[in-house]
C-alpha cells in the first residue's frame, strides 16, 4: 500500500524551485510543475508513474529520477537538452528502442537502466554507440545482459565516451 501524495498539487506558488524530492509515494502522473521551469533536479523515484509527460518546460533539467516506476518507454525530453543523469532503473522498458530519444540529447552521460526488460539484444551496441556524452551505463538485471557475450567489451569499443 502506497502512502503520501497520490498527485502534485498546491504548488503553483513556488516558481524559483531548482530541486524538489517527491519520492516514495503513490504519484501516477507528472503535473502540476510545469511552472516550475528553472528545475535541475527533479526525484520522482518510487511511485506509481507510468507515462514521462509534462516534462518539456524543464529546458534545465540536469538530474531526473524516475527509477521503481512502471515506465515502458522513454518519452517527453526533446526539451531537456542539458540533462545527465537519468535513472530509469526499476521500471518495465522491454525494448531499447524505446529509449531512442536519449540519443537526441547531447549531455546525457549517465544512464541507468538497471532492472527492467530490456530483452531485444541485437539494438543494444548501436544504442549505446548514438549516445555522444555516455560515461556510465548500468544494465545489471535485464534479459539482453545475459544474451551478449563480453557485452562490456562491445559497448565500450562501440563508444568512446563509456568507461563503465
Known amino acids: ?15 524559483k524551485v531548482k530541486s524538489i524530492w517527491l519520492e516514495c509515494n503513490g504519484i501516477k502522473q507528472i503535473s502540476g510543475l510545469d511552472h516550475m521551469t528553472g528545475m535541475r533536479c527533479l526525484y520522482l523515484h518510487q511511485n ?11 529546458r534545465k533539467l540536469a538530474i531526473l529520477n524516475l ?18 543523469t537519468l535513472d530509469l532503473s526499476h521500471n518495465a ?6 529509449c531512442n530519444q536519449l540519443t537526441t540529447l547531447p549531455k ?3 544512464l541507468d537502466l538497471k532492472s527492467n526488460k530490456i530483452n531485444d539484444k541485437e539494438n543494444i551496441v548501436p544504442f549505446v554507440s548514438a549516445l555522444k556524452s555516455i560515461c556510465s551505463l548500468y544494465l545489471l538485471n535485464n534479459p539482453c545482459v545475459r544474451l551478449i557475450s563480453s557485452l562490456r567489451r562491445q559497448l565500450v ?4 565516451t563509456l568507461s563503465y
Open 157 to 160: 569499443l562501440a563508444s568512446p
Open 67 to 84: 527509477s521503481h516506476n512502471q515506465i515502458r518507454v522513454v518519452e517527453g525530453l526533446e526539451n531537456c537538452l542539458e540533462l545527465q
Open 93 to 98: 522498458i522491454e525494448n531499447i528502442t524505446d
Open 48 to 58: 506509481k508513474i507510468s507515462k514521462m509527460e509534462n516534462l518539456l518546460t524543464f
Open 108 to 110: 546525457v552521460a549517465h
Open 1 to 15: 500500500m502506497w502512502q503520501g501524495f497520490e498527485k502534485i498539487e498546491n504548488l503553483e506558488a513556488y516558481h
